[in-house]
């Protein structure tokens, strides 16, 4: 490791400094990955599979999260129940896996295409006419009722009771493994997937539009923007990425069932709060809130649902009440405004 | 489907329409004055039979007579909630607003499992078997009080709004903000009372519900999303669309339960959400390309 004492070095520091912290958005990535690398190597410390199974779960959340960003945090559309296409990813792979043996790792991809599918008729129904986004929101909400009600009635995919994995012997073929480490080094490489994913996005003409539209979806209409088009590309691709994480969640914890999917409290858990939490729109805000998230989750799960059920609807409730009312940016907000802090002064002494 | 059975589908249709008339007007006030929806609107529905429930169980008052004590509390919290939450965020983005209201509702229906249970209750009043018969026709006693009650509840409003001063005033917020602060309506104040009146006829709905109804803190939810259906369907903001709206989507799922089954005919509902939203965006009331 070499130090940056020698000042000849410091122009090459100067360069990597600006290359990972140049910018704002520059710094979320850098630190994005600076958690996902955090998060590979923390088997190294942590022994216990039961903190794996957290950290695993929360990059999990963060992966949503971001799918869930891209619609609602860069596009302002409020796809509330995004979780149906969650379940729909979910459903997907595991009854391709359990009624017809294929495998999960083309499963998954097939939950995100269902997903994807699933979201683009929705978008289409909902967007064509320029509905007011409250309408969205309610559809959302209802369809999440009605597919509630649908898959408790269909028995195909195992009515109320759910579908459950076949427990069986090891198997990289069914994403079936003995050990926890592979599915922690799954979701993270998903993770790290969705964040380059978004930044990628984000970067692009397309995500520019997305921020119009979130903006002022008439102004941006007015110059020129399609805007239907870009809103159904924006629920299609938050809904691939949704199902995509359906997908893996269903293999993770071996079930579904309706009533424990589609459902608002779970919702608001597993979609909802990380990137609310952490800062809606911004680029690290999925990751930084399900590191808070999800670990809240689990004790709360641990040590309180035990003693009372619906603690876990009132700390969420009361997650989603507080950040709109006192921290509206989350906490990449906080840390947005340490970095502007830390960065006048440099501009201040170039003056 | 004899004639008979016909028109006992209706009945019972029209039964349910009354409830959910008195929810979706709830919801279409609050919309039209404030121009935010609701998303914790069914959690006051469930507190009002939660209210019910308990001031029979612990003193014995039948649920009839528990209906001001739900509208006093409730419109309180109701009050409380606009005052301290909703107002802070009229002028925010709307998903601002979405999501404090869908974090309101998932904090009340935690605080009502934390307090009542999980598990399903149901309260039995000594006349919730009795029956009248008309025209061939069965009509269960607490039924017929609630659809009784709730178009009583609905043209009191309706009547409240029409001609009282402070129902102009509420009428005219609707109409436009400025111009009711320019004429002198305290505004602020008026969207505290809109709020307050509009969950605590909910919570009443759910006081007529309560005899002899499966209760479980999560109930709510439905009621919200039948609530959308209606206001949707009847134009938002719209007090008449929203009465007939209630007893349309009443009467649907009667005849939808009796074909498809009753635990399915929420997919009618939605049905009639999606060709709304295909068809006639603004609802039956809406002039078009609003």
Redesign the interface.
């Known amino acids: 490791m070499t130090t940056v004492t020698s000042s000849r070095e410091l122009p090459m520091y100067n360069r990597v400094v600006r290359r990972l912290f140049g910018s704002w958005d520059q710094t979320q990535l850098t630190f994005s990955f600076g958690l996902v690398l955090l998060m590979a190597i923390s088997p190294l410390i942590i022994r216990s599979p039961y903190y794996i199974g957290v950290i695993i779960l929360a990059s999990l959340y963060a992966f949503i999260g971001i799918s869930w960003n891209i619609v609602a945090g860069f596009t302002g559309q409020l796809l509330i129940a995004h979780i149906i296409f969650l379940g729909l990813g979910g459903y997907t792979t595991i009854v391709l896996l359990n009624n017809f043996g294929i495998s999960p790792w083309f499963g998954i991809l097939m939950g995100g295409v269902i997903a994807a599918i699933a979201g683009g008729i929705v978008a289409l129904i909902t967007l064509r006419y320029g509905l007011k986004l409250d309408y969205f929101a309610l559809f959302t909400i209802a369809l999440l009722v009605a597919m509630r009600t649908l898959f408790l009635k269909w028995e195909f995919v195992g009515g109320a009771v759910g579908m459950y994995l076949r427990l069986e012997t090891p198997s990289v073929a069914k994403m079936i493994f003995a050990s926890k480490l592979p599915y922690l080094y799954i979701s993270l490489i998903l993770l790290a997937a969705g964040v380059i994913i978004q930044y990628l996005i984000y970067r692009s003409k397309m995500g520019k539009y997305f921020i119009a539209i979130r903006e002022d979806e008439a102004a941006a209409a007015a110059l020129g923007v399609n805007t239907t088009l870009y809103k159904t590309l924006a629920v299609m691709i938050g809904t691939a990425l949704a199902g995509v994480g359906g997908g893996f969640y269903v293999i993770y914890v071996t079930y579904i069932d309706p009533t424990g999917i589609y459902n608002l409290g779970v919702n608001a858990e597993i979609v909802m709060a990380s990137p609310i939490i952490g800062g809606l729109g911004s680029l690290i805000g999925p990751l930084l809130g399900a590191l808070v998230n999800k670990p809240i989750a689990e004790i709360i799960r641990a040590n309180l649902a035990e003693a009372r059920s619906g603690i876990t609807l009132i700390v969420y409730g009361l997650f989603l009440i507080a950040s709109i009312m006192f921290m509206p940016r989350g906490l990449a907000g906080l840390i947005h405004n340490v970095y502007d802090r830390l960065r006048t002064p440099t501009h201040q002494e170039e003056l | 489907m004899s004639p008979e059975i016909f028109f006992q589908t209706l009945i019972n249709g029209l039964f349910t329409g009354g409830i959910y008339a008195l929810v979706s007007i709830g919801l279409t006030l609050i919309y039209g004055v404030m121009v935010i929806?609701n998303?914790a609107h069914g959690e006051f529905l469930t507190l009002g039979i939660y209210i019910a429930y308990w001031a029979f169980t612990l003193l014995g008052l039948d649920p009839y007579l528990s209906i001001p004590v739900a509208i006093i509390l409730v419109g309180l919290l109701g009050a409380m909630i606009q005052r301290g939450?909703v107002q802070?965020?009229l002028d925010?983005?709307?998903?601002?607003q979405?999501?404090?209201l869908?974090?309101?509702?998932?904090?009340?229906?935690?605080?009502?499992?934390?307090?009542f249970?999980?598990e399903p209750k149901t309260m039995h009043v000594s006349y919730e078997t009795e029956v009248i018969k008309l025209f061939g026709l069965r009509m269960a006693i607490p039924r017929l009080i609630a659809f009784l009650a709730s178009m009583f509840v609905s043209v009191g409003l309706y009547g409240f709004l029409k001609y009282t001063r402070l129902g102009k005033a509420i009428r005219a917020v609707s109409q436009s903000r400025q111009a009711a602060k320019l004429v002198g309506v305290n505004v602020n104040y008026i969207y505290m009372l809109t709020f307050a009146i509009g969950t605590a006829i909910t919570a009443v709905a759910g006081v007529l519900l309560s005899p002899n109804h499966r209760m479980i803190?999560?109930m709510g939810?439905?009621y919200?999303?039948i609530a959308?259906?209606v206001v949707?369907l009847g134009t938002?903001g719209n007090f008449m669309g929203a009465f007939l709206g209630g007893l349309i989507i009443g009467v649907v799922e009667a005849y939808a339960g009796f074909y498809l089954g009753g635990?399915?005919k929420?997919?009618a509902?939605?049905m009639i959400?999606?060709l709304i939203?295909?068809f006639k965006?603004s609802g039956l009331f809406g002039r078009q390309g609003t």
Not at chain 2, 92 to 96: D, G, S, T
Not at chain 2, 106 to 111: A, H, I, P
């Open positions: 929806v998303f939450l802070q965020v925010a983005h709307p998903l601002n979405i999501i404090l869908v974090g309101v509702s998932t904090l009340l229906m935690g605080l009502m499992q934390f307090f249970g999980a803190p999560t939810q439905t919200s999303v959308f259906v949707v938002m635990d399915v929420i997919i509902s939605m959400f999606i939203l295909l965006p």
